[in-house]
């Protein structure tokens, strides 16, 4: 089977490294964000309960003319309440989501770094783990259509 490709034969063999180097660059931020957990654990020793205190709204308008829809994206961005060694901290996560990943009055495990409270994770929030997922993904879609390229315009040489 061949496959009729238009344009120059530069043309064809510059379009699958594209797709390859989006492959990789996808893969290695999935992959990464996948072991940043891990990173946290190692300096995130301590346990301690936090109150959801706030979930804060932050919109992003996409879309366009008078003449279109605008479609408004909602992300809600958890704010813990905890003491530890008797001072209160409040911090803010990292990580949004929508629908909220807690609700405002939710007890939550936070791990905390007993040198810097604010530095923290929540075990359960799944956020990150699921964006880094999709990230992964769609680097293997991206690498496995820059393959299939590559071997349709080596098989494709006139």
């Known amino acids: ?7 120059s034969k530069q043309n064809s063999k510059i379009i699958p490294v594209f797709f390859i ?18 990173i946290k654990e190692k300096k995130c020793t301590e346990s301690v309960k936090a109150e959801v205190i706030s979930n804060s709204a932050e919109s992003s308008s996409s879309g366009g003319s ?7 994206s909602t992300v809600y961005r958890p704010t813990f309440s905890f003491m530890y060694e008797g001072k209160e901290y409040i911090v803010e996560s990292k990580t949004a989501s929508n629908p909220p990943a807690f609700n405002v009055g939710d007890i939550v495990e936070l791990r905390i770094n007993p040198d810097n409270p604010a530095d923290f994770y929540a075990p359960s929030d799944k956020t990150s783990r699921f964006i880094a997922l999709i ?24």
């Open 1 to 7: 089977m061949k496959i009729q490709v238009y344009g």
């Open 21 to 38: 180097i989006f492959a990789l660059i996808f893969m290695s931020v999935g992959i990464g964000m996948l072991f940043y957990p891990k």
């Open 66 to 72: 008078r003449h279109h829809h605008h479609h408004n």
């Open 135 to 158: 990230f992964t993904g769609f680097g293997v879609i991206f690498m496995i259509i820059g393959i299939v390229m590559c071997v349709a315009f080596a098989g494709n040489k006139n």
